[in-house]
């Protein structure tokens, strides 16, 4: 049986890919520092579930601890690994630019450095990238647009991260491949992103921030299509020297208030708009290509932003009253 070692695994895209590969027979090994940019308890419950319903321990580890990531992966020797920790967010760097440098910089290189020491044992390292790195244009985003003018930090790290892995693959022939996600969302969500923020504004009566009007179009894409990709991607072994970035996304933009609409009827309240202008740092518009994925593993998105919403409402509602160890994916 295959082994893959995920970091990021008490995250959120981390905590549902970890389950799936569970399901489809890898031997997974998680890691997660379970830091305090989002409440630690989420995290904490989603490591809780992955142990408790598929065995999986999810280890305290920071991946910038390059010596002891190397330890754990020149231990267990995965035939694949999955990275997936990053400090995420765009507004969250203006205010803290050296955890960007810390995880997604250093992080990075670290994971790059623990795939160069397995050497030939390892089959595949599949990575995030983001959405974020093809900065303000029009769509739809092809891998093969010109990504030289991040608007955010957050942006400029994970495009340095891609820039990286390209070293590395043409230094030290590693299998590799970027994922370019698009305004994932689902149950079990990140707290700082806008359908989780809109959703606690709806249901507590508080104002809900909609900047510029709610006319950015976004390409929300349902985590359990992120992972059915994951899955495939993870499956494959593309050859000692290759890299390659594939974008994963929904393909279809929509207006945030449109997801405003899919919060209020799911929740069964309606929202008190504060309209604020643009934000520093936000693009207008993320609009996934998703052609060369869908040639080289078949994707194609099948969940709608209404009925995704309505999952997540419904895991939204019991996640507020809950014991969170009950709860179940």
């Not at 990075?108 to 623990?114: I, T």
């Not at 508080?206 to 510029?212: E, G, I, K, S, V």
């Not at 992120?226 to 890299?243: F, K, M, Q, S, Y």
Request: aromatic share 10%; with cysteine; hydrophobic share 40%.
């Amino acid at each position: 049986m295959a082994s893959i070692l995920v970091t990021g695994a008490a995250g959120f895209i981390g905590f549902h890919a970890c389950q799936r590969l569970a399901r489809d027979g890898w031997t997974v090994t998680g890691v997660d520092s379970f830091n305090d940019y989002y409440d630690p308890a989420l995290k904490r419950a989603r490591a809780d579930v992955l142990r408790d319903k598929c065995a999986i321990a999810v280890l305290d580890l920071d991946i910038a601890d390059d010596a002891a990531f190397k330890a754990l992966a020149l231990d267990i020797q995965p035939q694949r690994i999955l990275h997936l920790a990053a400090q995420a967010g765009v507004r969250y760097g203006f205010d803290h630019p050296f955890e960007y440098e810390h995880s997604n910089l250093k992080g990075h290189l670290s994971v790059l450095e623990a795939a160069r020491a397995l050497g030939g044992d390892l089959g595949h390292l599949v990575y995030a990238s983001s959405s974020s790195v093809y900065g303000e244009r029009e769509g739809p985003f092809k891998e093969s647009d010109a990504v030289d003018h991040p608007a955010s930090l957050y942006a400029a790290t994970k495009r340095a991260g891609e820039l990286m892995t390209e070293s590395y693959v043409n230094l030290f022939a590693l299998p590799a491949t970027g994922l370019r996600f698009f305004t994932v969302y689902g149950p079990w969500g990140r707290p700082d992103m806008a359908y989780f923020k809109f959703a606690e504004a709806i249901m507590s009566g508080r104002p809900l921030p909609l900047f510029d009007g709610g006319r950015g179009r976004r390409d929300f894409t349902y985590v359990e299509d992120v992972v059915e990709c994951l899955a495939r991607i993870c499956a494959d072994a593309p050859g000692a020297g290759t890299h390659r970035v594939f974008n994963i996304g929904g393909s279809n933009p929509r207006p945030t208030t449109d997801l405003v609409k899919a919060l209020e009827r799911a929740l069964g309240r309606t929202a008190n708009i504060e309209s604020l202008p643009p934000q520093p740092g936000d693009v207008s518009l993320t609009y996934a290509d998703t052609a060369a994925l869908e040639a080289a593993y078949g994707y194609k998105p099948l969940v709608t932003l209404e009925d995704g919403i309505d999952r997540f409402a419904q895991w939204y509602q019991g996640w507020q009253n809950r014991d969170a160890r009950s709860l179940a994916s």
